[in-house]
Nanobody, 120 residues
Framework: QVQLVESGGGLVQAGGSLRLSCAASGTIFRINTMTWYRQGPGKQRELVAAITDRGNTNYANSVNGRFTISRDNAKNTVYLQMNSLKPEDTAVYYC??????????????WGQGTQVTVSS
């Protein structure tokens, strides 16, 4: 069993910063790509940023230059540093990870989400 737990969400004024964390725990053999998604009010879930096990990153155009994804493989944790936040960044942020519990059979796991609210 694998669990992903996000933390670090909250209320911040526009222009401010937040740092989200997502820690994976349980029976973990290997983690491939770790990804942050978000779902704003009345919107579909969208990819925010992703990072491979080798550190290659990918960002949504809307956050490129403002958000930074990173990971600590020793801690099975992924981070999302969010700067210059805008009201349109308001959403529930979810992390997801491709995890194998044994061998090379990978499955996708999701966290429960953390709310980020940016006030204008």
């Amino acid at each position: 069993q694998v669990q992903l737990v996000e933390s670090g969400g909250g209320l911040v004024q526009a222009g401010g910063s937040l740092r989200l964390s997502c820690a994976a725990s349980g029976t973990i053999f290997r983690i491939n790509t770790m990804t942050w998604y978000r779902q704003g009010p009345g919107k579909q879930r969208e990819l925010v940023a992703a990072i491979t096990d080798r550190g290659n990153t990918n960002y949504a155009n809307s956050v490129n230059g403002r958000f930074t994804i990173s990971r600590d493989n020793a801690k099975n944790t992924v981070y999302l540093q969010m700067n210059s936040l805008k009201p349109e960044d308001t959403a529930v942020y979810y992390c997801a990870a491709e995890v194998s519990t044994v061998g090379w059979d990978f499955n996708d796991y999701w966290g429960q989400g953390t709310q980020v609210t940016v006030s204008s």
